[in-house]
Each structure stands twice: as C-alpha cells, then as structure tokens.
C-alpha cells in the first residue's frame, strides 16, 4: 500500500515540475527544479522532496541583493504537502575539454565507429558518440550524441561531423564520418543525430561490451554506468528525477531549460579522482546496471552536462532517452520494411526464372560472405562483392516500368554498407580532390519503382559504396549521355516488352593490369545484359564498354565504346557464368570474330 501511495505522489509530483517548474526557473539564482531524496546534514534522507538548486545560497535578508526570492518550505501538490529541498549547485555543458583520462583509443579515427568514442562538430572541440539509432521511417543509422557535440552554436543542419573530435585530431578532411541530420536544443533534451557515411560502425559501448537494447526511465537510487570520451567508464546513482535545469549554452543560443534527470557518484564504485564526468564526456550513454551490478543492454539517458567549476558536490545530468528518441525520429532498432513484393533482385521477376550469375573457384573464394551467402541483397537488387578489388564483381536489378516514380537525390549520401567490413569496400578516399566520377552500376533512376515507401529506400540503397565504380568524368560522360547510359531506356522504348519490366546485370572487368590509383585498382571495362521478355520469349543481350575489344596492347587506346557481345564473351572476361535460361536466351546475330564487330554508333544498332 505504501508503494502504491509512493508511486502515486510520484506522478503527481512528475506532472507539477513539468508544468510548473518554468515558472520557478524565471528566477535568475535557481539553476534547476526537480524531484529528490530531502538532504538533512548533508545526507539524503527517505523522504521524497521538491529540490530546488541555487547558484548561490544566502540568508533570507540577503535575497533581495541577489535579485531573488524566498523559495518555499513546502508545496501542495494534488492535496499533499511535500517538503522542498534548496541545494546550492550550478550546471555546465560537458564539452570544454580538458585532462585526458580514458584510454586513447577513443579519442583516434576508428573504423568501424563505436560508442563511447571521441566525436564532434567540425567547429567543436568534442563529446562523445553515445550509441547507434536508426531513423523511424527508413532505418538509416546515425551517430546519437548531443546538440552541443554535434550542432553548437555556430553549426547548422547538413554541417560535418568529424571522429574523433577536431581537439583529438585537427585533420578534419580525413576524419568526417558524416553530416548533421537532426538536433534539438530544448525541454525534450540536448541531442542531435549525424550520418554515418564514411565508415562502418558497431552498436557496442567501448569498455561496456553491451549494445543498447533497449530504453528506460530511472527512479530514484537506480545505479547507472556510462563509458565517456574523457573519464572512461564511471559508476553513478540516480538522486534526482523530472528535473528541469536551466543552462547558459553562451553566444545566441544563451539561457536554455533542459528537460533531465541528475546522477551523483557511487561511493561503491568510486571515479578516478572523484570525477563521474568531465569535459569532453557529453554525449555518452547513461546505462543502467543489474541487481548483480552488471551492465545491462537498457539505456536510463544520454549524458550531457556536470556541475560548474568550483562547485565541490559531483553529479551529472542526463537527457530521457524516450523524450529523445520522439523528438528526433530515431529507434534503437532498425525498423522492420514493409512487407515488400520483393527484397533484392527477384529471379522471376519477368516471370521466368532467369537467375544470378554463378561464381568460378577463384571469384567465389573472393568473394565477401554476408548472412551465410555471397549474394548481399538491398531494394530492388542484390550484388556480389570482390575482397580483393574491394568492388561488385556483379550487380543485378529489377526495373518495372509501369510504377517508375520521379525522385529527387538531393541530400542522399554516398555510404560504405555496415554489413560488410570497411576494408572490402572503397570509400570516399577514392574521388576526393580528383576527375573520378562515382558511377552508378545499378542506375538510379532504374531502381526507383513499386510504392513510394520502396522507391524511397531504393533511392538510398543505390548509394551503397558497394554500387559504385570509378570513372573518369570523361568516361562516367559517354557512359551516361551515350548508349551504354541508355540501354535501358532504349529496350523499353524500341521493343515491345511484356509488362514493361525488364532484369539488368552489370559490372566491372577485372584485370591484373587495371591501372593503380591510390592503392585501387581502376577497372578500365564495363559489361552489361538486359534480359526482358517479348511476346511470351526470354531475350538476353550483352554489352561492354571498352577501349579494346580484342584486349591487345596498345600504345594509344581509342576512346571508350560500346560493343555488342555475347553472353560467353562476357563469361570469359569475368570468371563466372550465367544460368542456362539467360545463355539460351542469347539469339543475338553478333558475329562470332571478334574482329569483325562493330562499335554501336546509334541506339538504332542495337539487334534486340
């Protein structure tokens, strides 16, 4: 019954600070309202309280000099009078930086990512990654940390994100890991979101060894642990709840009330110097621990300011992670996709199985393994990827002409894919600061079909680094305005194509002699088939985009055209096969010499 009685002045007490505790934060000394233990001789005491802090505590006659008021001895709330509590305390950001402390590794570019490192705006010094969310409506990961980790004041929406922090290192190029996305500066908390678009990244905390499962609400005495940039890994005791803290956030952002809850040290478990958080530690996951004192996978908050200099009592503050996680959009969880028609390239898609290609010895040992199989699957086409050329060794896609959707690209960033490791893939350090294009091999616009919801996502997946080659400007310009830029558009519009779907498969050549650039072979060859069905027949017809077809040496290579092949010409080139339904599907007229082909000049050329 007592519990009961407990709870219910609980609720009653959580709904007065909400409502009421702005008005009492107007007062320039109190620092902060919320819902504690009374403290008597310097000991917190069973009885819960209203705790107001002060910056500066004085004798009643004093008050006024101060420009403040007497705060009450009690407070009626729903019928109950509930005793008030003023401790004299004042907050700070946690992002200044200051002595180093925890281990170094956080504080280097890591890759893959993980929580508990070094993070921050391009203009900040750094805060800390707190964990790993996933947008509500797309799944789309990104960085959880704090506004003033990841926004501050001189920041803005699509700004760099850099890890570590530019105080950790201050070569800010090489270190972006993304972009903001989302940041909140209000009651509901102190947090933003940025992309992850550069590097992998893991869910589990640095030291902690458990990854955020799922979100909680703390009571009071609940112990927590957090895993910082600066102190590392610090033990604490939830003393006060609901709390509202005013803080200066300085320049034109100014005053601010932040919805929190405040965390005092755990005399069990005692930090390094006395110190449960310091500069440096914003961002980081509150985590609550067990009865058996060990780390759970719930997060109690996403820390973000401690007390201000020279005041002696320790504490931290954190932001509820449900107000967060509703303000920004984001779950801890990828959300589950909508029962989709298909996932990945679908085989029987113009209803005849046609297949994916099948690897050689040498190709399929190469070739990277996610979920138990070498065909890595995204919206609408799946792919297999080279460990040693670090690209698709081919890539598969649907296209339904009926529901293509017009979608924009603007904002959408080029990503390596978290399923596969970082060093199989080839990033951004490829294009910077020269005339490399990043091609599409799955087109774009080839991808953006079915519902608006599949489009979206397909829109985003065909960024995936692992749907991208190299090419020079000039060559990614006869690629795209040429024929092989609209073998596509050429089927659908030149032959009668049951159902207006047609299946692609495309890639790059790999060859031992592909020039080197930046430690990356430059595939020099592309291939492509469009398989399609007319009046009830499969059809199959092979493209590439070469300088030299018969794969001579030469002194001076011609400019890049396209030549149309045989399915086997291709086989030959890349070291797996296709299934006997497409090689069937090849009736093509294409000469058998070699020699005697011809570069497709005009769309027209095309024997369909």
């Known amino acids: 019954m007592a519990k009961k009685k407990n709870e219910a002045l609980t609720a009653s007490l959580r ?155 201050n070569r800010v190029d090489r270190n972006r890991v993304g972009r903001l996305v989302r940041s909140h500066l209000g009651a509901a908390g102190d947090c933003a979101i940025a992309t992850v678009e550069d590097r992998g990244f893991v869910g589990e905390i640095l030291e902690l060894g458990v990854c955020v499962d799922k979100i909680g609400e703390p009571e009071l005495g609940d112990k927590v642990v957090k895993s910082g940039r600066t102190t590392g890994v610090t033990h604490g005791i939830v003393r006060r709840i609901d709390t509202i803290v005013k803080l200066d956030y300085g320049g034109s952002t100014g005053a601010k009330e932040i919805g929190c809850f405040e965390i005092g040290p755990d005399p069990a478990r005692p930090a390094t110097g006395g110190e449960i958080s310091m500069g440096g530690d914003s961002g980081s996951a509150w985590m609550f621990k067990a009865a058996n004192g060990k780390t759970t996978k719930t997060m109690a908050g996403l820390h973000f300011g401690g007390e201000a200099g020279g005041n002696s009592d320790e504490h931290a503050l954190a932001c509820l992670p449900q107000s967060v996680f509703e303000k920004l959009g984001v779950t801890i969880r990828a959300p589950k996709p909508e029962a989709l ?56 896609w649907n296209i339904d002409g009926k529901t293509l959707k017009a979608l924009n690209r603007s904002g959408i960033p080029f990503i390596l894919d978290s399923r596969i490791p970082a060093g199989f893939q080839v990033g951004d350090e490829l294009y910077k600061g020269n005339r490399l294009d990043r091609g599409h091999v799955a087109r774009r616009a080839d991808l953006l079909w079915g519902s608006k919801t599949e489009a979206e996502q397909a829109n985003v997946d065909s960024f995936f680094f692992t749907n991208i080659t190299p090419q020079m400007d000039d060559f990614n310009q006869s690629m795209r305005n040429g024929v092989w830029g609209r073998l596509e558009d050429a089927v659908m519009s030149d032959v009668d194509v049951d159902d207006m779907r047609v299946s692609v498969y495309g890639g790059p050549v790999f060859q031992a002699d592909d020039r080197v650039f930046r430690g990356v072979r430059l595939p020099r060859e592309y291939w492509k088939v469009v398989a399609f069905v007319e009046q009830g027949v499969l059809k199959a017809r092979a493209f590439l985009l070469t300088q030299n077809l018969n794969q001579l040496e030469a002194l001076e290579l011609d400019e890049f055209r396209v030549f149309q092949v045989k399915l086997a010409d291709v086989e030959q080139r890349c070291g797996f096969t296709f299934p006997k339904s497409l090689r069937a599907a090849d009736t093509s007229g294409v000469p058998e010499s070699l020699d005697e082909r011809q570069p497709l000049d005009a769309l027209e050329s095309i024997q369909w």
């Open 15 to 169: 709904r007065f600070v909400r409502t009421k505790g702005a008005d009492f934060l107007r007062d320039g000394n109190v620092s902060s309202i919320g819902i504690g233990y009374k403290v008597e001789d310097g000991q917190p005491t069973d009885r819960i309280a209203i705790q107001f802090t002060v910056k500066q505590k004085a004798e009643p006659e004093a008050l006024g000099a101060l420009g403040t008021a007497l705060l009450p001895e009690t407070i009626t709330v729903d019928g109950v009078e509930v005793p008030t509590d003023v401790l004299e305390r004042d907050y700070k950001t946690n992002f200044q930086v200051v002595s180093e402390r925890a281990s170094g590794d956080r504080k280097t570019r890591l890759d893959p990512i993980a929580p508990g490192a070094s993070v921050g705006h391009v203009k900040v010094p750094a805060g800390t990654v707190g964990c790993i969310v996933y947008d509500r409506a797309d799944g789309t990961p990104y960085i959880l940390s704090n506004w003033h980790v990841l926004h501050g004041p001189d920041g803005a929406l699509g700004d760099t994100v850099v890890q570590p922090g530019s105080h950790d290192d």
């Open 341 to 396: 028609p298909k996932k990945g390239f679908a085989a029987d898609f113009l209803g005849v199985d046609v297949g994916l290609p099948v690897l050689g010895a040498a190709a399929e040992a190469d070739a990277v393994v996610v979920g138990g199989s070498e065909v890595v699957d995204y919206t609408h086409f799946s792919l297999a990827q080279s460990k040693s050329r670090r690209f698709a060794i081919w890539v598969a």
